[in-house]
């Protein structure tokens, strides 16, 4: 490696914010929400899993489940984010996510998923949830 692509990297790796790269501990420094809500996880394959979502940020959540999936695996997710100031609303919410963890707890997994795809509608109605909930 040349002196000029070692500074590089030092500098990069340094100040990744100012270089585009994004750590895990920066994605979790995002405002997170305790939530409770019903998921509908759907594989590849069209087979739906259902589980709870218990943690949301802007950029994924947490999702107990009896599925075990690898880090890196893409799912469809369907979720019902309760609006704001009202318990018995929601918005219907479909999206794609990667897997960025599981672990197991008791006999379901613990899944982190991290958004991929998340209309805007969307994106405003878990971002008032966590506002409203945090």
């Known amino acids: 490696m040349s002196t000029l692509h070692a500074t590089s990297a030092r ?3 340094a100040h990744p914010a100012l270089f585009g ?3 895990s501990l920066d994605q979790r420094r995002t405002m997170r929400a305790r939530a409770n809500w019903p998921a509908r996880l759907i594989d590849t394959v069209g087979v739906v899993n259902v589980g709870r979502v218990c943690d949301v940020s802007e950029g994924g959540f947490g ?5 075990n999936l690898p880090v890196g695996a893409t799912l469809d997710i369907a ?7 009202s318990d ?4 219907p919410v479909r999206c794609k996510v990667r897997v960025t963890s599981c672990s197991f707890a008791g006999t379901q997994s613990r899944l ?3 958004f ?3 209309p805007k509608e969307s994106r ?11």
């Open 21 to 23: 790269a994004v750590s």
């Open 116 to 118: 991929m795809d998340l």
């Open 11 to 13: 500098a990069q790796s």
């Open 79 to 85: 979720l019902a984010v309760p609006k704001s100031g």
């Open 124 to 134: 405003i109605a878990v971002r008032n949830y966590i506002l409203s909930h945090a």
């Open 112 to 114: 982190g998923v991290m």
């Open 88 to 91: 018995s609303r929601s918005m």
């Open 63 to 67: 999702v107990m489940s009896s599925v």
